[in-house]
């Protein structure tokens, strides 16, 4: 149980073009999703924390207008990165959360496998 | 946002125990501790999540002293598949539970 995948695993563009990255809860149903990024030989930093039916929330330093992130249902959450740069090459990880506030197991995230993204 | 601190390496062979502690001096009364475990390119694994004193599973265990001030992963006759970079994280409740890695430990299993 609670796995979470991403589509696609990998994808190289062309600088100014838009990628979409989905990220999916398979066996549950997450009502928070959280997108990180990863650069080589760095740890995770968390973007934004994704409710569904709302907006989401960025942290500090990232921009919302670039990095738009949608989620319309329990299992689905999408990051776009709009407009890409080389120097938005990097590696996405999305996690949900699987558990009810209150519950001992809110605090439990499941990561996807990551998406390698690669701006030429 | 409780800080946590580890060691950023540590080097073993296989069939030994390794222990990997974490300092988490800030830690808040509601607050959990988790272990994820992290391959080259690949999403962070759970392993393990605590609130005190000892928990084990079939991969792992997590001891937490009273003052809950650290914690130790315990991954016992440990393989090459083993080698990995694992995170010590303590669930921010006044921050909704959002995690906030550090650096991690590289533990590299030799044969």
């Known amino acids: 149980g609670a796995v979470v995948s991403q589509h696609p695993s990998w994808v190289i563009c062309k600088s100014g073009t838009s990628v979409k990255i989905e990220c999916r809860s398979l066996?549950?149903?997450?009502?928070?999703m959280f997108w990180y990024r990863q650069f080589p030989k760095q740890s995770l930093m968390l973007m934004a924390t994704s409710n569904e039916g709302s907006k989401a929330t960025y942290e500090q330093g990232v921009e919302k207008d670039k990095f738009l992130i949608n989620h319309a249902s329990l299992t689905l959450s999408t990051l776009t990165v709009t407009s890409a740069h080389p120097e938005d090459s990097s590696f996405y990880i999305c996690s949900a959360r699987t558990g009810l506030a209150g519950a001992s197991s809110y605090n439990e995230q499941f990561f996807g496998p990551g998406t390698r993204l690669t701006v030429l | 946002l409780a800080k946590t601190t580890q060691p950023i390496s540590m080097d073993s062979y296989e069939g030994q125990e390794v222990n990997i502690t974490c300092s988490h001096n800030n830690i808040a009364t509601n607050d959990y501790i988790t272990w994820y475990q992290q391959f080259p390119s690949q999403g962070p694994r759970f392993i393990i999540q605590g609130y005190k004193t000892k928990v084990t599973n079939e991969v792992a265990s997590l001891f937490i002293p009273a003052d809950r001030k650290s914690s130790t992963l315990s991954l016992p006759r440990v393989s090459l598949s083993d080698t990995a970079v694992y995170y010590c994280l303590v669930g921010d409740r006044a921050n909704d539970y959002k995690l906030s890695f550090g650096a991690g430990t590289t533990v590299t299993v030799r044969a």
């Open positions: 066996d549950f149903q997450a009502t928070t």
